[in-house]
């Protein structure tokens, strides 16, 4: 059975499994914040994990479960909890405002125009989203959510957002990069559409202030988080710079 693990004072972590194509093994987490108006859920797993993320989020707030639940965005392995969350306890849902239609099921993220050839090839195999959920309020950059700032970093979707927890000093990020295989990386290029806005919101995360890095994808980077990204947007500087004299 998996469970919430405390990262941070008001921050504990819940990791599902999950399976890219039924291939890859790409577990995903969510999170559970404490706050003064009782618990927020950060993203909700996939929904084959849903059964396993309720319980998990029964046990550790004693059955009262989240007010709220928050979405860095609504792909599939982070939005398929919802519907399991509405039957049990029917918490708002808060996501970015241009995040909403892709909740609502009003437009699919298979219909996102493609700038590149990976996601061109690669929407047609992003799993559909049927849940169609409506939303209680929606997000922008520089408002405040449960005491935490919200930030804006499109590229992955166009209403993906972070959280940033100020007393925590944690960076909730969603997928603007992903710790796997023990390094930092930029989201999935199969299943994002502007890479190029992608790369300007990791380099947006560099200019927070936080210690704890906090991605949906791979172990969290703890007290050394912003140094590990600063460190990261230095290499794909190098990188960048090598390629472009090449050509
Ligand atoms: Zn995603």
Same mark, same amino acid.
């Given at each position: 059975?998996?469970?919430?693990?405390?990262?941070?004072?008001?921050?504990?972590? %819940?990791?599902?499994p999950?399976?890219?194509?039924?291939?890859?093994?790409?577990?995903?987490?969510?999170?559970?914040?404490?706050?003064?108006?009782?618990?927020?859920?950060?993203?909700?797993?996939?929904?084959?994990?849903?059964d396993?993320?309720?319980?998990?989020?029964?046990?550790?707030?004693?059955?009262?479960?989240?007010?709220?639940?928050?979405l860095?965005?609504?792909?599939?392995?982070?939005?398929?909890? %919802?519907?399991?969350?509405?039957?049990?306890?029917?918490?708002?849902?808060?996501?970015?405002?241009?995040?909403?239609?892709?909740v609502?099921?009003?437009?699919?993220?298979?219909? %996102?125009?493609?700038?590149?050839?990976?996601?061109?090839?690669?929407?047609?195999?992003?799993?559909?989203?049927?849940w169609?959920?409506?939303?209680?309020?929606?997000?922008?950059?520089?408002?405040?959510?449960?005491?935490?700032?919200?930030?804006?970093?499109?590229?992955?979707?166009?209403?993906?957002?972070?959280?940033?927890?100020?007393?925590?000093?944690?960076?909730?990020?969603?997928?603007?990069?992903?710790?796997?295989?023990?390094?930092?990386?930029?989201?999935?290029?199969?299943?994002?559409?502007?890479?190029?806005?992608?790369?300007?919101?990791?380099?947006?995360?560099?200019?927070?202030?936080?210690?704890?890095?906090?991605?949906?994808?791979?172990?969290?980077?703890?007290?050394r988080?912003?140094?590990?990204?600063?460190?990261?947007?230095?290499?794909?500087?190098?990188?960048?710079?090598?390629?472009?004299?090449?050509?």
């Amino acid at each position: 059975m998996p469970e919430f693990e405390p990262v941070s004072e008001h921050i504990a972590r %819940l990791e599902l499994p999950w399976r890219i194509f039924d291939l890859v093994n790409a577990p995903v987490s969510v999170w559970l914040v404490r706050g003064e108006g009782g618990y927020t859920l950060i993203d909700t797993g996939p929904p084959e994990t849903a059964d396993l993320m309720v319980a998990a989020v029964a046990r550790a707030t004693g059955g009262q479960g989240p007010q709220r639940v928050l979405l860095t965005h609504g792909h599939y392995d982070h939005a398929g909890g %919802l519907e399991a969350l509405r039957v049990a306890w029917n918490p708002a849902l808060l996501c970015h405002r241009e995040e909403v239609p892709f909740v609502t099921g009003e437009v699919d993220y298979r219909q %996102l125009k493609p700038h590149s050839f990976t996601f061109w090839i690669g929407r047609f195999f992003l799993a559909r989203n049927d849940w169609g959920l409506p939303v209680a309020r929606d997000l922008e950059g520089g408002q405040a959510a449960d005491g935490m700032a919200v930030i804006h970093l499109p590229g992955h979707t166009p209403g993906q957002i972070g959280f940033l927890h100020p007393q925590d000093r944690a960076m909730i990020c969603g997928d603007a990069v992903m710790n796997l295989k023990g390094r930092l990386s930029p989201p999935a290029a199969f299943a994002t559409p502007d890479p190029e806005t992608a790369r300007a919101s990791i380099r947006r995360l560099g200019e927070l202030d936080y210690a704890h890095l906090l991605p949906s994808h791979g172990p969290p980077i703890l007290d050394r988080g912003r140094e590990a990204l600063l460190a990261f947007l230095g290499q794909a500087q190098a990188e960048e710079e090598t390629l472009t004299g090449q050509w």
